[in-house]
């Protein structure tokens, strides 16, 4: 059973379309993150919530919107792709809010043509 | 920016030999953490080490901590093929709720 899972492993788009990421966590950790790595593997944190709530908003344009329907769900919407988006986004959790060890998933990587 | 610089960015070494790998830091910290990030894979943690810890072990890796340097080495003994990967610390700032990772140094074991 993978406790970190995102859909999908791929993702090619055109510039301008809008895709989602899904990731669920099974090991019924509190906190869950969305970091970008970039193609020279430089890994940035987006996003955090906690229980549904968001906590951590890392100055990313407002075409990405995150949404928790509940602790173990945390998705990564974006609207009207651009080329620079183009990156892996790893999805991640924690027992809590407090940073301890992070448990990520197998990352999504998303190419936009 | 608090972000962890590792060095080197590349490290090539055989099988047997130890590798060590280091990771400077800008600000106070909570904890450094390691990982390893596979070809192609997501990131596995390794290791953690407290602001108040000076050394740690777990298996072939050994953990140093500098606080007054603001600077932490792993060190891996007696190198696999299967340790080829990139590794990347992390540090949490006194007082953050994230986890900020150094830009990686990837390691080459040959056979």
């Known amino acids: 059973d993978t406790a970190v899972s995102q859909t999908p492993k791929y993702l090619v788009t055109q510039m301008g379309n809008d895709k989602s990421i899904k990731c669920e966590q099974n090991?019924?950790?509190?906190?869950m993150y969305w970091y970008k790595q970039d193609s020279k593997k430089f890994l940035k944190i987006m996003f955090s919530?906690?229980?549904?709530?968001?906590?951590i908003n890392e100055t990313v344009p407002n075409r990405f919107s995150p949404k928790s329907p509940d602790k173990a769900h945390l998705n990564l919407h974006i609207n009207s792709l651009e080329l620079g988006d183009s990156a892996v986004y790893f999805c991640?959790?924690?027992?809590?809010?407090?940073?301890?060890?992070?448990?990520f998933g197998e990352g999504s990587r998303l190419t936009v043509l | 920016s608090q972000q962890g610089e590792e060095d080197p960015q590349a490290l090539s070494i055989q099988e047997g030999e130890n590798a060590t790998m280091n990771c400077s830091y800008k600000t106070s910290i909570n904890n450094l953490q390691w990982y390893r990030q596979n070809s192609g894979r997501g990131l596995v943690h390794l290791i953690l080490?407290?602001?108040?810890?000076r050394e740690k072990h777990s298996g072939r890796l050994r953990v140093t901590l500098d606080t007054s340097k603001k600077s932490s080495s792993l060190l891996i003994t007696a190198s696999r093929a299967a340790d080829t990967a990139s590794y990347f610390c992390?540090?949490?700032?006194?007082?953050?709720?994230?986890?900020?990772f150094g830009k990686g140094t990837k390691l080459t074991v040959n056979p």
């Open positions: 991640a959790s924690s027992q809590g809010r407090k940073t301890g060890e992070l448990f």
């Open positions: 992390a540090t949490d700032a006194s007082g953050s709720e994230k986890l900020v």
């Open positions: 090991l019924g950790h509190d906190t």
């Open positions: 919530y906690n229980n549904k709530e968001l906590i």
């Open positions: 080490i407290r602001s108040n810890e």
